[in-house]
C-alpha cells in the first residue's frame, strides 16, 4: 500500500509555464515533507521542505502548498524550463527533529517534461 | 559544500557472490540512511543508523546487513546476491543542525548481478 500517493505520472510543459504536481498522503503522523528530483542515473536531490505549520513555502522558482485538513500538499514549478525536466518524488516522513522514525516514504514519482 | 559520497559507484557481481557499498555522509551529519531504488520505481528505505546505532529498519532482506562506524561512515553489506538485487543503492544523511528532517543523498551505487 502507497503510503504518499503522488500524480500525475507524468506531464508535458511548454517552456515558461506552470508545473503542478499533488502528493497525497494518509499518517497523520507525518510531520515533514520534502521534494526531491532526480536526473537519470543520479541521486534525489532535496529541491524544498515543508512542515505542517504552515501553509505555503516558496524558494525562487519552486513554491509548495501544503493542506492539512486535506493531507495534501503540492509543488509548483514557475516559469517552467528544460533543464527542469526530470523525475520529481515528493516524500513524507514521521519526526522532522530526527529520530528513528524519520526515514522517507516516497510518492511514485512524475516525470516532467519541459519542451522548448 | 561537501556531499555524501559512494563507493563503489559501479559494481558488477554474479550470482550468490557478497557486495559492500560504501557511504561517508556530509561532514558532522550523524545520521545515515540507506535506500534502493529499482528501475522505474521510488527510493524504498533499507535501514538507518544515528550515532552508531542501528535506529530504524525497513525493508532489508536478511542476506543485508549494515554498520555505522566511529568516523560515521556506514557501509552495507549484501550476501547471497540474486538477480533481484540489481538496482540503485543510495546512502542519505542528515544532522547538524535543526533541520534533522533534511536528508541528503549520495550519487549511488549501481548494483548488477549477473
New interface residues.
Partial sequence: QQQVKQSPQSLIVQKGGISIINCAYENTAFDYFPWYQQFPGKGPALLIAIRPDVSEKKEGRFTISFNKSAKQFSLHIMDSQPGDSATYFCAASGSYYGGATNKLIFGTGTLLAVQP | AAG?IQSPRHLIKEKRETATLKCYPIPRHD?V?W?QQGPG?????LI?F?EKMQ??K?SIPDRFSAQQFSDYHSELNMSSLELGDSA?Y?C?S??GD???????????T?LTVL
Avoid at chain 2, 520505481?41 to 528505505?45: H, T
Avoid at chain 2, 535543526?98 to 549511488?108: C, D, E, I, M, T
Fill in positions: 555524501v545520521t540512511y535506500y520505481q521510488d527510493p524504498q528505505f538507518s544515528y535506529s530504524d525497513g540503485l543510495f542519505a542528515s544532522g535543526k533541520k534533522r528532517g533534511s536528508q541528503y543523498f549520495g550519487p549511488g549501481r
